[in-house]
């Protein structure tokens, strides 16, 4: 347990919120992160965390990348548009240091793996509380020559799609239907379908295949 006593007062744990798709990958989570951090809660896709960063107000949010209806790149962005001085650590399988470097221009300020040992996530958590940034030393060295050598480089940060048309290109890559495309994002049906539209004139494709694909260059929704 982490406290700190200053005189009688006693320091409250660090609040921490947990968004992993993977239900037992979240259990095993959940159990790491009670020894030392007052768990505010768990979910499992981007709009609930989107949802909960919101109701519960963390100190710190630990969010893998590749979740259902929005990615963590994307929850981050919406996050960091609601609450700037929100904390986020990214905890993901993937090891691509562009996708790295993606994950902190979005507004997170830490990157670890989920190869990492549980200690290093402890100690990632406690530094970014603190207000530091934190890098998995497995990506460390090469992130640092990335972000120096690239800063130019095309990310999906970069990509010439809007934030609305990169949720409706996510949920299209789903499989969803249109019909529930709009339903998620409360718009109208000939609105979802104007986006898809939209999308494919700006991104010259003609298929839905062809969208799939790019969605899963992107990052947003896993390779199969």
């Not at 799939?212 to 390779?223: C, D, G, H, S």
Request: charged share 25%; glycine share 6%.
């Amino acid at each position: 347990m982490i406290m700190a006593a200053i005189g009688c007062r006693v320091m409250p744990r660090t609040r921490v919120l947990l968004a992993d798709d993977h239900v037992v990958v979240a259990q095993g989570l959940e159990t790491l992160l009670k020894e030392s951090f007052e768990l505010v809660g768990v979910v499992h896709d981007g709009r609930a965390l989107v949802d909960a960063a919101e109701k519960f107000r963390p100190d710190v949010i630990v969010t893998d990348i590749s979740m259902p209806l929005l990615n963590g790149l994307d929850a981050i962005r919406q996050i960091r548009a609601r609450r700037p001085d929100s904390k986020v650590i990214v905890l993901t399988m993937h090891q691509e240091t562009q996708l790295a470097a993606d994950a902190f221009r979005a507004g997170a300020s830490g990157y670890l793996l989920k190869v990492s040992p549980g200690e290093e996530l402890i100690t990632a958590i406690g530094q970014v509380a603190l207000g530091r940034a934190y890098v998995t030393t497995l990506l460390a060295k090469d992130l640092i020559t990335l972000l120096l050598e690239a800063v130019r480089e095309t990310s999906a940060a970069g990509t010439p799609l809007t934030p609305r048309q990169r949720e409706v290109l996510q949920l299209i890559a789903e499989g969803r239907t249109m019909k529930e495309v709009a339903s998620i994002l409360h718009i109208s049906p000939r609105t979802a379908e104007s986006h898809k539209y939209e999308i494919m004139e700006t991104l010259g494709m003609k298929t839905t295949a062809a969208l799939i694909q790019y969605a899963v260059r992107l990052k947003l929704i896993p390779e199969e």
